[in-house]
């Protein structure tokens, strides 16, 4: 049994970021930047106005001063008109400042009669007036290497003109639920049946990763089904299967693995819940030991090693018990994908809490604690058992207590979050 440490650096060290690639803007979002970007213009890239109302020399304003009203410009081109002392321009919000203007009157602050306003308020230079370059520089950046791509983000590109932007690639990924008590949800359950839940809980993680999965299937518990499926699974970056990693006569995905010759380069971690974790790699088509591989199939790059054709599958066995599968994606699975996908922070994000009650761990493996995160304080909820799914669907935060910790009611401690 490894330490979680240890099972993150081996995942890590097995795969390298996938190639880069040119995406639009819309199809950029929870992608990763494969480059840094740089302000092409300067934001706003043009002195405008702030407010709908008259652009005037601030100079020559004073409360209860009247203006003559010399053009309007509206936001779009620029008319290039010029104000002179005593002069105003009508103006609308975002509309380009005429020349020897510096200050912009709400509105509301004048009384308007024919071509002529009356100031109801004193005037100051720059007011509601928005200055080239106030918000951005030129040349600043806007966008570094392996950052998260995310609404805003693609706002400020596309304000800089980028129609596309070059982002990490994107992992493929085929799920596997084992079990044969597994019933597919809407259909009629047996006495021993359980529905399985598995299946769209890693489907969606997989989603919030930024991965759709190409197949979610459930398989028996039969060699020859597993073997199958392992088959169709590995013709991804990433297979992720559920249950049968334990140790109990019908776990047989190391079996199934071990006939398509796979490695198993990791199996237990000490983890609580998630000791059955298992982590291995398999060459796509590598034939049983049986028939003779060719050469294609001997080779040995690993998945994500930025090549289009990806001769290696990370297959990822995570234990059946619905909360370890969900903590064992979430500390070993996501972070896989994240570095493939490019990113930079592989890590959840993590917040301070005050914890509302003590808690010791007096087992052998550090225990994530769910709960829930609410006004900045952390509350354990529901069983902290591996099958209790209620518990874990109230809870919005994971609290990891270290082999021997304890921590006071009171106490602030770093809980992780995901949604
Ligand atoms: P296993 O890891 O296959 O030994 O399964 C451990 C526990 O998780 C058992 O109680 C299973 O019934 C349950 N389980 C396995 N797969 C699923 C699934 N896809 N959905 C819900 N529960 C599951
Ligand atoms: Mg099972």
């Given at each position: 049994m490894i330490s979680e440490d240890e099972a993150r650096s081996q995942i890590l060290d097995r795969l390298s970021p996938l190639d880069k690639r040119a995406?639009?803007?819309?199809?950029?979002?929870?992608?990763?930047?494969?480059?840094?970007?740089?302000?092409?213009?300067?934001?706003?890239?043009?002195?405008?106005?702030?407010?709908?109302?008259?652009?005037?020399?601030?100079?020559?304003?004073?409360?209860?001063?009247?203006?003559?009203?010399?053009?309007?410009?509206?936001?779009?081109?620029?008319?290039?008109l010029r104000v002179r002392d005593s002069e105003a321009v009508r103006i609308f919000t975002g509309a380009a400042l005429p020349q020897g203007a510096d200050a912009i009157v709400m509105q509301e602050d004048v009384t308007r009669d024919g071509t002529e306003i009356t100031l109801n308020v004193d005037v100051d230079g720059g007011d509601f007036v928005r200055r080239r370059g106030c918000d951005l520089a030129e040349g600043q950046m806007i966008l570094a290497r392996g950052e998260r791509i995310r609404a805003s983000?693609?706002?400020?590109?596309?304000?800089?003109g980028f129609a596309d932007v070059i982002v990490g690639g994107k992992p493929t990924a085929a799920v596997i639920s084992t079990g044969d008590e597994l019933v597919k949800p809407g259909e009629q359950l047996q006495p021993g049946e359980i529905y399985d839940s598995n299946s769209v809980l890693l489907n969606a993680l997989l989603l919030r990763c930024g991965v759709n999965a190409t197949a979610v299937e459930h398989c028996p518990d039969d060699?020859?089904?597993?073997?199958?499926?392992?088959?169709?699974g590995i013709k991804n970056h990433l297979l992720i299967i559920s249950g049968g990693v334990s140790v109990g006569e019908h776990d047989l995905v190391k079996e199934a693995l071990r006939e398509l010759s796979a490695k198993i380069e990791i199996w237990?971690?000490?983890?609580?819940?998630?000791?059955?974790?298992?982590?291995?790699?398999?060459?796509?088509?590598?034939?049983?030991?049986?028939?003779?591989?060719?050469?294609?199939?001997?080779?040995?790059?690993?998945?994500?090693?930025?090549?289009?054709?990806?001769?290696?599958?990370?297959?990822?066995?995570?234990?059946?018990?619905?909360?370890?599968?969900?903590?064992?994606?979430?500390?070993?699975?996501?972070?896989?994908i994240l570095r493939m996908m490019g990113?930079?922070?592989?890590?959840?994000?993590?917040?301070?809490?005050?914890?509302?009650?003590?808690?010791?761990?007096?087992?052998d493996r550090p225990h994530y604690i769910r709960g829930k995160l609410e006004h900045e304080k952390f509350t354990p909820i529901g069983r902290q058992e591996s099958h209790a799914l209620f518990g874990l669907s109230q809870a919005n935060a994971l609290l990891r207590i270290a082999v021997g910790q304890s921590l006071e009611a009171g106490e602030i401690v770093n809980v992780q979050i995901w949604d």
């Amino acid at each position: 049994m490894i330490s979680e440490d240890e099972a993150r650096s081996q995942i890590l060290d097995r795969l390298s970021p996938l190639d880069k690639r040119a995406v639009s803007l819309t199809d950029a979002i929870d992608c990763f930047s494969a480059e840094d970007y740089f302000a092409r213009l300067p934001l706003p890239a043009f002195d405008n106005s702030a407010m709908d109302g008259y652009a005037v020399v601030a100079s020559s304003c004073k409360k209860n001063g009247r203006l003559c009203v010399i053009g309007e410009q509206p936001a779009g081109p620029d008319r290039k008109l010029r104000v002179r002392d005593s002069e105003a321009v009508r103006i609308f919000t975002g509309a380009a400042l005429p020349q020897g203007a510096d200050a912009i009157v709400m509105q509301e602050d004048v009384t308007r009669d024919g071509t002529e306003i009356t100031l109801n308020v004193d005037v100051d230079g720059g007011d509601f007036v928005r200055r080239r370059g106030c918000d951005l520089a030129e040349g600043q950046m806007i966008l570094a290497r392996g950052e998260r791509i995310r609404a805003s983000t693609v706002a400020l590109l596309a304000s800089q003109g980028f129609a596309d932007v070059i982002v990490g690639g994107k992992p493929t990924a085929a799920v596997i639920s084992t079990g044969d008590e597994l019933v597919k949800p809407g259909e009629q359950l047996q006495p021993g049946e359980i529905y399985d839940s598995n299946s769209v809980l890693l489907n969606a993680l997989l989603l919030r990763c930024g991965v759709n999965a190409t197949a979610v299937e459930h398989c028996p518990d039969d060699r020859q089904s597993l073997g199958d499926a392992v088959k169709r699974g590995i013709k991804n970056h990433l297979l992720i299967i559920s249950g049968g990693v334990s140790v109990g006569e019908h776990d047989l995905v190391k079996e199934a693995l071990r006939e398509l010759s796979a490695k198993i380069e990791i199996w237990r971690v000490a983890v609580k819940p998630g000791k059955p974790f298992l982590f291995g790699s398999i060459q796509q088509g590598t034939p049983s030991p049986h028939s003779s591989p060719s050469g294609r199939e001997r080779r040995t790059r690993s998945a994500g090693e930025g090549s289009a054709t990806t001769p290696t599958c990370l297959v990822f066995g995570l234990p059946g018990n619905p909360v370890s599968a969900f903590v064992t994606f979430l500390q070993f699975v996501r972070p896989a994908i994240l570095r493939m996908m490019g990113a930079t922070n592989l890590d959840l994000p993590e917040v301070p809490a005050k914890l509302a009650i003590g808690l010791t761990n007096d087992g052998d493996r550090p225990h994530y604690i769910r709960g829930k995160l609410e006004h900045e304080k952390f509350t354990p909820i529901g069983r902290q058992e591996s099958h209790a799914l209620f518990g874990l669907s109230q809870a919005n935060a994971l609290l990891r207590i270290a082999v021997g910790q304890s921590l006071e009611a009171g106490e602030i401690v770093n809980v992780q979050i995901w949604d």
